[in-house]
């Protein structure tokens, strides 16, 4: 199988999925690898077949991997600890709009806020989607495919990780979504900013539907970041408020960003996702 491809000016491209199931042989992380060390051998195994390929290239491709090895863990946690929950990967915001996962009642209220806020300031609600929606399927029908462990990596066990959140557009209700995720292979300075600045925004938005819908002490939304390394320079950055938190002396501020984990390693990933999951 091939897993690089060539472009019209010979630079090489790497096949993300092809090259992460084949060089793995399919093998899901087991208990004695590091993520990191996974990345690795994969950048070692690429750089071996083709010399022309270059750090930035693989290191492209290391944002898309971790966040299938996560996925892949999370899934399969959420089955032999029986919980409720599931994290689903979600696609950038140029390919989905994260608010369409609510109920049409709901999706509609995000819409009508984004307008007015357009008309009245001619400014737009505007943020990057989150790597992975935490929702709570307790009140959702679920098919088998759900409730089916992640044995190997291919390319349809990608594509069934990728593409799973579509199952739920239209269907949560206010409290089917408890959190979100985002996931990055490490913490560059910039991440630090994008990442805060989500968090409070999809706090407010929940705020903004709690508002509509007269809901009175809602379970409230989390929002969590991890990476393979956490240092005390990135959860000092990410100690930032939640913005709407702070408009009104009637509530407590909030952190945007609830909590932060290193994962690294399955063991690591299970004490996450056990605090992530709620039930």
């Not at 090489?12 to 690795?40: M, V, W, Y």
């Not at 679920?142 to 557009?169: A, M």
């Not at 702070?246 to 996450?272: G, M, W």
Request: glycine share 4%; with cysteine; aromatic share 10%.
């Amino acid at each position: 199988m091939a897993i690089v491809n060539y472009d019209g000016q010979g630079k090489p491209q790497i096949k993300r999925i092809e090259a992460f199931c084949s060089l793995r042989h399919g093998q899901i992380p087991n208990i004695n690898e590091t993520f990191r060390g996974i990345l690795d051998s994969l950048d070692q195994a690429i750089r071996t077949e083709c010399c022309d390929v270059t750090q930035s290239a693989l290191n492209n491709c290391h944002g898309d991997w971790y966040e299938w090895i996560v996925a892949c863990v999370a899934w399969n946690f959420r089955l032999t600890s029986n919980k409720k929950s599931m994290a689903l990967l979600l696609p950038n915001i140029s390919r989905f709009d994260v608010a369409s996962l609510y109920t049409p009642d709901l999706y509609e209220h995000i819409n009508d806020l984004r307008q007015k806020v357009l008309n009245s300031a001619g400014v737009q609600l505007i943020t990057s989607n989150p790597d992975f929606v935490v929702i709570s399927a307790d009140s959702i029908q679920l098919g088998d495919t759900f409730n089916t462990p992640i044995t190997e990596f291919t390319e349809d066990s990608i594509r069934k990780l990728k593409e799973s959140y579509r199952l739920f557009i239209g269907k949560c209700s206010f409290n089917d979504i408890v959190a979100y995720l985002s996931v990055k292979s490490s913490f560059r300075p910039d991440r630090r900013l994008q990442i805060p600045h989500e968090g409070s925004l999809m706090k407010a938005t929940y705020i903004h539907l709690q508002t509509r819908e007269w809901i009175i002490n809602p379970k409230g939304l989390k929002y969590y970041a991890a990476a393979s390394k956490v240092g005390d320079a990135d959860r000092d950055a990410l100690k930032t408020v939640a913005t709407h938190s702070i408009t009104n002396v009637q509530s407590l501020p909030q952190a945007a960003v609830d909590e932060v984990f290193e994962i690294n390693s399955v063991e690591q990933a299970h004490l996450a996702f056990s605090e992530i999951f709620p039930e």
